[in-house]
């Protein structure tokens, strides 16, 4: 009977080391997103909860903003909106609404209305509905994660009008068109306060959950590739041989 040893050789051994470090990373990426995922959400349920801020009393310079409520009282200015491209709210392409908006003590917003929809091609834009006179509102600030993936960075031309279609919200860009001294982020309104349209704002763009499952299909596949190497690096030389002739 002819012995056995463990003699992959290194086409395997060479393959199996660069997959199998790749594969790993990928598995403990994913629960490290899970983990990251599950504090957003304890995090925004606890300020949530929390009492609203009066606007003029935020420290807007501080790293620590996110899912902050806040209410203010003052006057959009209906004339000038801009709608960020690309949402999707139930299978519907639409627009996000941004308003500007100032308050009786002479603080700019800029605030995120929420989802309405497209017009039946592109060069129909949506009508953005009026919110007349003084209101008081409620809403979260939003600090963005990450910078958004554009496919492009220029923007689509819709003339000089009014409502203005971008592709991502550039707080400084904006001010600059507007006049304004915005704050450094947008407020998403929250329900019951005027203006809002469609809240479809999700906590979390993907579940926990679906991060863990990504992790166990990396980990099943890196066990796979340690069993794979296992088993022809024991099979028998003279199959081996053959094997690698061919």
């Known amino acids: 009977m002819a012995s056995v040893s463990f003699s992959p050789g290194w086409k395997l051994s060479l393959f199996t080391a660069v997959l199998m470090p790749m594969l790993l990373w990928l598995g403990f990426w994913q629960l490290e997103r899970e983990q990251e995922k599950i504090a957003m959400q304890a995090d925004h ?3 949530s909860a929390a009492s609203a801020r009066a606007v003029q009393a935020v420290d807007w310079q501080s790293d620590d903003l996110a899912y902050v409520k806040i209410e203010a009282t003052g006057q959009y200015d209906n004339e000038r ?3 960020l491209d690309n949402r999707i709210f139930q299978g519907r392409v639409g627009y996000e609404v941004l308003t500007p908006f100032r308050t009786d003590d002479g603080v700019d917003l800029l605030v995120n209305r929420g989802w309405i929809e497209a017009g039946p091609t592109r060069n ?3 009508q953005v509905e009026v919110v007349s006179g003084q209101v ?3 809403g979260t600030i939003h600090v963005p994660l990450e910078e958004p993936f554009l496919l492009s960075d220029v923007q689509e031309e819709h003339g000089t009008g009014w409502p203005r279609v971008v592709q991502s919200i550039n707080m400084e860009e904006i001010a600059d ?5 915005l704050r450094p982020y947008s407020v ?3 329900a019951g306060s005027p203006g809002l349209e469609q809240d479809n704002w999700p906590i979390v763009n993907m579940q926990p959950e679906k991060h863990r499952g990504y992790a166990v299909q990396w980990f099943t596949m890196a066990t796979a590739l340690l069993m794979m190497y296992v088993y022809f690096g024991f099979k028998h030389p ?3 041989r053959n094997r690698e002739e061919t």
């Not at 068109?177 to 001294?181: A, E, R, V």
Request: net charge positive; hydrophobic share 45%.
């Open 45 to 47: 349920a606890a300020r």
């Open 81 to 83: 909106s801009y709608l």
């Open 124 to 126: 129909e834009l949506p």
């Open 136 to 138: 008081q509102i409620s």
């Open 177 to 181: 068109q507007l006049g304004w001294s």
């Open 188 to 190: 998403r309104l929250m």
């Open 238 to 240: 003279a199959s081996r």
